[in-house]
């Protein structure tokens, strides 16, 4: 049974950081790519960040770029999304998803999804 859980989402002043986390089982880890993504509440969900099987390419949405970091760990089936400086704008569901070979902003392309953690930040 494939399970993608997210974690580390919390209420957080602006500023702030928090760590996103994302366990995942099920499937070969080591041959999937891992993408985050957010929807902030009456917005559609977007892209932010995504990490290749070897780590070799990281992407990043241009809000996020300098302030989050994605990294993984494939020894523990789990890929991370630091997320520092963060703004009352950063406010959204963070979602993390699975597909084989490639990056892709396309949410469509993703088979594996979480359940979401909630990320609040305030003025």
């Known amino acids: 049974e494939v399970q993608v859980v997210e974690s580390g989402g919390g209420l957080v002043q602006a500023g702030g950081s928090l760590r996103l986390s994302c366990a995942a089982s099920?499937?070969?880890?080591?041959?999937?790519?891992i993408g985050w993504f957010r929807q902030a509440p009456g917005k559609e969900r977007e892209g932010v960040s995504c990490?290749?099987?070897?780590?070799?390419?990281?992407y990043y949405a241009d809000s996020v770029k300098g302030r989050f970091t994605i990294y993984r760990d494939n020894a523990k089936n789990t890929v991370y999304l630091q997320t520092n400086s963060l703004k009352p704008e950063d406010t959204a569901v963070y979602y993390c998803?699975?597909?084989?070979?490639?990056?892709?902003?396309?949410?469509?392309?993703?088979?594996?999804w979480g359940q979401g953690t909630q990320v609040t930040v305030s003025s």
């Open positions: 099920g499937f070969t880890f080591d041959d999937y790519v």
């Open positions: 990490i290749t099987t070897s780590s070799t390419g990281l």
């Open positions: 998803a699975a597909k084989p070979y490639s990056c892709s902003g396309y949410e469509k392309l993703y088979p594996y």
